[in-house]
């Protein structure tokens, strides 16, 4: 496969029109100062050998610092991204304080070009939405997710 594989989970909570997602906000100074299509479902890069069920449940404790949810995990498929990377994805349904939240952190040079090393968090904040509001903050690429999510809910 020519693009990175990704792998993340969709909480969701709720019925009917009542649906909510867990979504993050994206850390780092890229995403800062974005808010529409500047979140995702808790996700990650799969390792190699890795099974993507595997990499979701990990990645969200790396991202959110609590472990993925207990449930019953229902794959959503794969969709890739304007970057070429393919990101499988399972709603899970659960209910989760964001305020519990501990984010990982990633390292990177910032300034660009300036030899300095600065650590971020990996989200810098989580919230929950209402479909309809999720759809204006999350990043383009993830959008058949909350679809799918929808028909799954409402099914």
């Given at each position: 496969m020519a693009g990175k594989q990704s792998a993340g989970l969709l909480l969701y909570r709720g019925r009917g029109d009542d649906v909510e997602v867990?979504?993050?906000h994206m850390g780092g100074p890229f995403w800062a100062k974005k808010?529409?299509?500047?979140?995702?479902?808790?996700?990650?890069?799969?390792?190699?050998?890795?099974?993507p069920e595997a990499a979701a449940r990990r990645e969200f404790e790396e991202e959110l610092?609590?472990?993925?949810?207990?449930?019953?995990y229902v794959e959503l498929g794969?969709?890739?991204q304007s970057g070429g990377k393919v990101v499988t994805a399972w709603a899970v349904e659960a209910d989760l304080d964001p305020a519990?939240?501990?984010?990982?952190?990633?390292?990177?040079?910032?300034p660009p070009r300036s030899g300095r090393q600065q650590e971020f968090p990996e989200v810098d904040r989580v919230e929950w939405f209402p479909l309809e509001a999720a759809r204006e903050k999350l990043v383009k690429g993830q959008l058949p997710f909350l679809d799918r999510l929808l028909a799954l809910v409402s099914g």
């Open positions: 867990l979504l993050g808010d529409a299509g500047a979140w995702s479902l808790p996700k990650g890069e799969l390792d190699p050998d890795e099974s610092g609590l472990p993925a949810p207990d449930g019953e794969v969709v890739k519990a939240v501990v984010p990982g952190t990633f390292t990177m040079e910032w």
